[in-house]
């Protein structure tokens, strides 16, 4: 099927996964059977064998059509990411498969542990390492891509005070409780909700990592070039509408819409250096917040410039301009959220930098 085919049906379809009567699982099968699901996977693990920087990329071409297929996208792939990281090969080799397939949906139930590993709160899951197995008990207030008897979400859980982990937690193991489906601003067919979890008894084969916060260090980069796209690709299509609606001499808006696209290139080429980096230090990842903060503004303000360059007609609620207007909220608040990276900014400033 051709990019351009493909494109036209994620547009068709924008509306409804906005306001939830899209099936989560069609739109990531859609994106499995051309292989957008494998850009930055190896080859030997049946990927792509391209960079990180095709996988952010490929996030970025999607969300200039519909934000809320390119946050599933976001989802799937970054648990990719967890597998592509983990120490335990027979988990990799057992799930990668079903994530790239789409057979199975991929959450990330780590947005606690982001926040654990930026020393904004503790961890909300509690692990017992017993002889065979490891039992979980916690509540994550917010996941997404938990699709009905599908799901499998990594999850952050506190040992003790020495020691966290990171398990792959299965939609259908015994105590694992999902709530109704969010009622959300847009998105909605993101499959957003709640799990707690009731003593949940898993095999140690089920593991991710034995040691979360070495795990989430490995994977936060990943984590966070991933998220890039989705702003990418939403202030690309913003600005791009905006220049196509300015009618006449409109020289504010446009000179507005070409500052704007000039910031869009040089966030673009920052993104694709960090994303070709093998190793990221100190000042590295304090760059690489500030990237992701940048983007979400520009994302922002380039969907603020389309509703004025369009005029009253974006109004209308089924038009893309207003599409796109309640898609955008969802970026400040995507975890980590700006503010949020914000405190961890001023935090790591106040420290000295990786040798």
């Known amino acids: 099927m ?9 547009a068709a379809s924008a509306l409804a996964m906005n306001e939830g009567h899209g099936d989560a699982h069609h739109a990531l099968q859609l994106l499995a059977e051309q292989r957008y699901l494998h850009h930055g996977v190896p ?11 095709e996988a952010v990329q490929a996030i970025a071409e999607v969300s200039t059509e519909c934000l809320t297929t390119a946050f599933l996208f976001w989802c799937q792939r970054v648990f990719i990411e967890y597998l592509l990281h983990t120490p335990n090969i027979d988990l990799r080799d057992t799930l990668l498969p079903e994530i790239l397939d789409a057979r199975r949906a991929g959450a990330t139930g780590l947005s606690n542990a982001m926040k654990y590993l930026g020393g904004l709160e503790p961890l ?9 197995e490891i039992q979980l008990d ?17 999850v952050a859980a506190q040992v003790d005070e020495h020691q966290a982990i990171v398990a792959a937690v299965p939609a259908e193991a015994q105590g694992v409780e999902r709530s109704e489906t969010f009622q959300l601003l847009g998105l909605q067919s993101s499959e957003t909700a709640s799990l ?37 690709g939403i202030a690309q299509r913003a600005l791009q509408e905006a220049s196509a609606k300015m009618q006449g001499a409109k020289a504010i808006p446009e000179q507005r819409v070409e500052t704007a696209c000039r910031q869009w290139h040089r966030l673009q ?9 093998r190793r990221y230090g100190q000042s590295d990842l304090r760059r690489l917040f500030q990237t992701r903060i940048q983007w979400v503004d520009l994302a922002v303000k380039a969907a603020q410039i389309e509703l004025e360059a369009a005029g009253g007609a974006a109004y209308f609620r089924n038009s893309g301009t207003a599409r796109r207007l309640r898609e955008v909220t969802f970026l400040p608040v995507l975890t980590p959220s700006t503010t949020q990276l914000a405190l961890q900014l001023k935090h790591s400033q106040k420290e000295p930098a990786a040798r």
């Open 2 to 10: 051709a990019a351009q085919a493909i494109r036209e049906q994620l």
């Open 43 to 53: 080859r030997e693990v049946g990927g792509e064998g391209d960079t990180l920087w």
């Open 124 to 132: 909300r899951t509690r692990a017992v390492l017993h002889e065979e």
């Open 138 to 154: 916690g509540h994550l207030p917010w996941a997404s891509n938990l699709q009905v008897s599908r799901f499998v979400v990594a």
């Open 196 to 232: 707690t979890l009731r003593s949940v008894r898993l095999p140690y084969r089920w593991l991710l990592s034995d040691d979360a916060p070495a795990f989430l260090q490995r994977v936060r980069p990943g984590f966070l070039l991933l998220q890039c796209g989705l702003p990418m």
């Open 269 to 277: 080429r920052r993104t694709q250096r960090l994303a070709q980096q």
